[in-house]
């Protein structure tokens, strides 16, 4: 059983929800990023996507696309993101799902890439722009190093698709709650609930459910129905609030946390 796996298996047994932050690596710095997952970590993160900075990033909402532009500006990329990871290995044993466009992944080397990612500690890959039906060979790649694949269902998705879906997937589900890119939201569409119910109806693994979660309102309404809420743009951009004035204050790190804190479900 992977660690996502034996995560969920754990939360679910608790009666419990999770919290799965994201961020971009690289932003503010590789150097802040290594703290920050260990803060997430310690705040109650029950997993942590780790965004690989990428210059076309056609899934994401402008926070995150500027948190991306940032990254590169400091010549941050997959490989620092992995050699990162291991670091942060010395720290946490928090599971650590790399999110990434597969241009940077297929530049890297797919084969090399699934066998850093195991060595250095990542737990899954979750790729945005990789059709399902591309996904096979990589599937198995990852899969032969023990990582998990994790794939994105969306409120369009057929039942069709759901179950191809369900099929190849491990570690757990992203249910996108709307169409449209990332970016925070001030209500969490209906279409979320009615998603995972379909999965529900196709599929026992763990779904987490992301797209627009800023609040804790929002987060306790995901609890509701899923295994899980994925908070980005409005972690992210709290993190460029900070930073504004391109340095990080010497209590970026607890700021974040405590910032993450306030989104835990109660």
């Given at each position: 059983?992977s660690?996502?796996?034996?995560?969920?298996?754990?939360?679910?047994?608790?009666g419990g929800?999770?919290?799965?932050?994201?961020?971009?690596?690289?932003?503010?710095?590789?150097?802040?990023?290594?703290r920050?997952?260990v803060?997430?970590?310690?705040?109650?993160?029950?997993?942590?996507?780790l965004?690989?900075?990428?210059?076309?990033?056609?899934?994401?909402?402008?926070?995150?696309q500027?948190a991306?532009?940032?990254?590169?500006?400091?010549?941050?990329?997959?490989?620092?993101?992995?050699?990162?990871?291991?670091?942060?290995?010395?720290?946490?044993?928090?599971?650590?799902?790399?999110?990434?466009?597969?241009?940077?992944?297929?530049?890297?080397?797919?084969?090399?890439?699934?066998?850093?990612?195991?060595?250095?500690?990542?737990?899954?890959?979750?790729?945005?722009?990789?059709?399902?039906?591309?996904?096979?060979?990589?599937?198995?790649?990852?899969?032969?190093?023990?990582?998990?694949?994790?794939?994105?269902?969306?409120?369009?998705?057929?039942?069709?698709?759901?179950?191809?879906?369900?099929?190849?997937?491990?570690?757990?589900?992203?249910?996108v709650?709307?169409?449209?890119?990332?970016?925070?939201?001030?209500?969490?569409?209906?279409?979320?609930?009615?998603?995972?119910?379909?999965?529900?109806?196709?599929?026992d693994?763990?779904?987490?459910v992301?797209?627009?979660?800023s609040?804790?309102?929002?987060?306790?309404?995901?609890?509701?129905?899923?295994?899980?809420?994925?908070?980005?743009?409005?972690?992210?951009?709290e993190?460029?609030?900070?930073?504004?004035?391109g340095?990080?204050?010497?209590?970026?790190?607890?700021?974040?946390?405590?910032?993450?804190?306030?989104?835990?479900?109660?």
């Amino acid at each position: 059983m992977s660690c996502l796996s034996e995560t969920f298996k754990r939360l679910r047994a608790g009666g419990g929800c999770g919290f799965v932050p994201f961020i971009m690596a690289g932003d503010p710095d590789i150097e802040h990023t290594e703290r920050l997952i260990v803060e997430l970590a310690c705040a109650g993160a029950t997993v942590i996507e780790l965004g690989v900075p990428f210059s076309d990033p056609v899934a994401d909402g402008v926070v995150i696309q500027r948190a991306a532009e940032r990254a590169l500006q400091r010549e941050v990329n997959l490989a620092s993101v992995l050699k990162l990871v291991g670091r942060v290995r010395l720290a946490t044993n928090v599971p650590l799902v790399i999110f990434s466009y597969f241009n940077p992944l297929l530049q890297f080397g797919l084969e090399r890439f699934a066998v850093e990612a195991s060595r250095t500690g990542v737990d899954g890959v979750l790729v945005t722009d990789l059709a399902l039906e591309e996904a096979g060979e990589f599937a198995h790649t990852l899969a032969a190093h023990d990582l998990d694949m994790i794939f994105l269902v969306a409120p369009t998705s057929t039942d069709a698709r759901l179950r191809m879906i369900a099929e190849r997937a491990s570690g757990f589900i992203y249910a996108v709650s709307r169409t449209g890119v990332t970016g925070a939201r001030e209500t969490l569409s209906r279409e979320a609930e009615q998603l995972v119910r379909r999965v529900r109806a196709v599929c026992d693994l763990p779904i987490v459910v992301g797209f627009g979660i800023s609040t804790r309102e929002q987060v306790m309404e995901v609890c509701r129905f899923a295994d899980a809420a994925v908070v980005g743009s409005v972690i992210v951009e709290e993190i460029e609030r900070l930073t504004s004035d391109g340095k990080a204050p010497s209590d970026f790190v607890e700021r974040v946390g405590a910032f993450a804190r306030a989104l835990l479900p109660q």
